[in-house]
């Protein structure tokens, strides 16, 4: 199993950055693929984006692609989502979660979810 908490949300401007981190317990981490998700308030919990095992392969929401990059370190049990240009649809509680099947953008392929950190965008 692997343990996850997530850091690095807040408020920030439209058009402004954050970057988010999630940490890992386990020195399993790295065999698992690991994404980002996000829920807005009477929204379904959506893809955002997600990231290989060696970190080599990437997946992108269309509707963040260009503007959110994902990444991790093996190393250091962390992966993060850099999210520049934010949109106030951006606006969510964002997810880490990890998955142990192949490359996926589905919710029901992540068996581990962090609690989530909350991300505001102001107009």
């Known amino acids: 199993q692997v343990q996850l908490v997530e850091s690095g949300g807040g408020l920030v401007q439209a058009g402004g950055s954050l970057r988010l981190s999630c940490a890992a317990s386990?020195?399993?981490?790295?065999?698992?693929?690991m994404g980002w998700f996000r829920q807005a308030p009477g929204k379904e919990r959506e893809f955002v984006a997600a990231?290989?095992?060696?970190?080599?392969?990437?997946t992108y929401a269309e509707s963040v692609k260009g503007r959110f990059t994902i990444s991790r370190d093996n190393a250091k049990n962390t992966v993060s989502l850099q999210m520049n240009s934010l949109k106030p649809e951006d606006a969510a509680v964002y997810y880490c979660?990890?998955?142990?099947?192949?490359?996926?953008?589905?919710?029901?392929?992540?068996?581990?979810w962090g609690q989530g950190t909350q991300v505001t965008v102001s107009s």
């Open positions: 386990g020195r399993t981490f790295r065999t698992y693929n």
């Open positions: 990231i290989s095992t060696s970190g080599g392969t990437t």
């Open positions: 979660a990890a998955g142990s099947s192949f490359l996926s953008t589905m919710p029901t392929n992540f068996p581990y």
